[in-house]
């Protein structure tokens, strides 16, 4: 009884909680979107670094499998455990203290298991911002942030995840700790090991604790939404606003009209305009200037584009509440494309030179390749980030006799489109177990074989997050059991 003896080993350690109920571990074994699912033995809450460190100790010596997970807001199948059996969860949701927040050093270290909102708060309590921001804020965790390098809407202006981290302490596969945790900005003495673990979605180590960057809170924040004619002007507008405020544009968000159209029918925040058009751009403003004259300076820059009725119509934000109605929507997108439809989500980047290549390459061949569906785009195009959706009804999707198949070839068709003009087929969502075969399909050999070395350095049995990244993710001992 694999169940009961591990349970029994688990509860007698210092600092863990276990839930070993099917209906108690449900939600922990269903992703988000309820698009996978898995089962686990245990769900496991270790409450500090050396609990983490003991649970983990114990199952590399049983080789049982163990999968980290934060909020569970991942959106490809990275979450949840995989329908193997055998394994536990390890969520990281009891470690949650902000150890510190230090305004003179701009930093602040927290436990990995804080919700990204509470981060922003700490920070802002102090006087500080904490620039990451996204959909999920509100249930994912930093550690989830970290170990995914989350993007978001700020990575225009202050980086992605990988950006955000000065130090990191991180637990490996055989209990190690990895105390890393320094709020330096410079550290040049040898290999940078928190960079390992950014981005390798659980695979290497646990995240347990983190120092994070922070900023001046900006005096002030502009915000506008503006109904463009077409692509090629809501893509000059972006590089006009860029340009014209230099590192001013804190967001710059591309929704095409299908898109706002889906959260018009289905968003607890409607678009704060009802003006159709087949693109908009949603832009933030922010930094030491008053209101007045960054809206002065966007009025400015706008202007030419109003005239040729290029940008057909515009808001800007004259207070909160309609700052909130604009982000509201933004952020509803995900929630409301789940009760649109089945969405075949991709998220690409692309160098900012070639987004609108893409586009016009891509949408006359899914138009062939799927007759009915609707090409639905949404993305943080002043990094290059495009979520390109290709939306079906449930009733469409539900007839689709192979529908593994047709999500795979529909992947390639957006994927190589991406890869030819110099993109990528994961930005900021990371691998999870829905792209190791674009893994295969994308990356050179020579790229796979150093992280497969990464893997059996750190993880030597395989029993970190198995299946996540890539398919054959192995230690270089015996692969588990
Ligand atoms: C509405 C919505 C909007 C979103 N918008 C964005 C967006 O704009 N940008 C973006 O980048 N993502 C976005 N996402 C995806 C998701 O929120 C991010 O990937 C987020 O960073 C995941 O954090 P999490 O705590 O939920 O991690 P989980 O989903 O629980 O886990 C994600 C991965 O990280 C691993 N992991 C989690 N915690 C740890 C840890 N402490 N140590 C080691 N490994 C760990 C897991 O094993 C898994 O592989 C969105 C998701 C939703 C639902």
């Known amino acids: ?131 990451m921001s996204l959909g999920a804020e509100g249930s994912c965790q930093i550690g989830g942030n970290i170990a995914t390098n989350a993007g978001g809407t700020g990575v225009v202006r202050y980086g992605n995840m990988r950006e955000l981290v000065l130090g990191l302490e991180v637990v490996t596969a055989d209990g190690r700790i990895f105390d890393g945790i320094r709020t330096l900005r410079k550290n040049n003495t040898g290999v940078d090991l928190k960079q390992v673990f950014i981005g390798s979605e659980g695979t290497l180590g646990i995240i347990t604790g983190a120092a994070l960057k922070l900023f001046a809170k900006p005096r002030s924040f502009t915000t506008a939404m503006l109904a463009v004619r077409d692509l090629e002007s809501a893509l000059r507008i972006g590089r006009t606003l860029r340009r014209g405020l230099s590192g001013e544009v804190s967001a710059l968000e591309l929704l095409s009209g299908s898109q706002v159209d889906i959260v018009r029918r289905h968003g607890h925040a409607k678009p704060p305009m009802d003006t159709p058009a087949p693109w908009y751009l949603v832009v933030e403003i922010s930094g030491a200037a008053e209101e007045q004259s960054y809206r002065d300076t966007l009025e400015t820059l706008l202007g030419p584009e109003l005239e040729t009725e290029a940008v057909v119509d515009a808001i800007i934000a004259s207070n909160e509440r309609q700052r909130g109605e604009i982000w509201g929507m933004r952020h509803n ?137 890539l398919p054959e993710w192995t230690g270089k001992e015996a692969p588990h059991g």
């Open 1 to 131: 009884m694999l169940q009961e003896t591990l349970r029994q080993q688990l509860i007698a350690m210092k600092d863990v909680t276990v839930l070993s109920d099917p209906d108690d571990m449900a939600a922990h074994l269903v992703d988000w979107r309820r698009r996978h699912f898995g089962t686990a033995e245990l769900v496991v809450f270790p409450g500090t670094v050396q609990a983490v460190s003991d649970v983990l100790k114990l199952c590399n010596a049983r080789g049982i499998r163990v999968f980290p997970q934060g909020g569970n807001t991942s959106v490809c199948g990275g979450s949840v455990p995989d329908a193997a059996g055998g394994a536990i969860v390890l969520n990281l949701a009891r470690m949650n203290r902000i150890r510190a927040v230090d305004a003179d050093d701009e930093s602040m270290i927290v436990d990995a298991g804080c919700i990204l909102a509470n981060v922003q708060a700490a920070a802002d309590a102090e006087g500080c911002l904490f620039p």
């Open 333 to 469: 997108v995900t929630e409301c494309n789940v009760k649109e439809g089945m969405g075949l989500t991709h998220d690409i980047a692309l160098p900012l030179a070639r987004i609108r290549d893409f586009v016009e390459a891509v949408e006359p061949l899914i138009a062939e390749a799927l007759p009915g569906a609707c090409p639905v785009v949404v993305g943080h195009v002043g990094d290059g980030n495009l979520h390109y959706i290709v939306m079906m009804s449930h009733e469409a999707f539900a007839d689709v006799p192979d529908q593994d198949g047709l999500r795979q070839k529909i992947g390639h068709i957006v994927y190589d489109a991406a890869i030819a003009l110099g993109g990528t087929f994961s930005a900021e969502h990371g691998i999870g177990s829905l792209h190791t075969g674009d893994m295969l399909r994308y990356k050179r050999s020579e790229e796979l074989e150093m992280m497969q070395s990464l893997k059996s350095a750190f993880d030597p049995r395989g029993i970190l997050n198995p299946g996540r990244v």
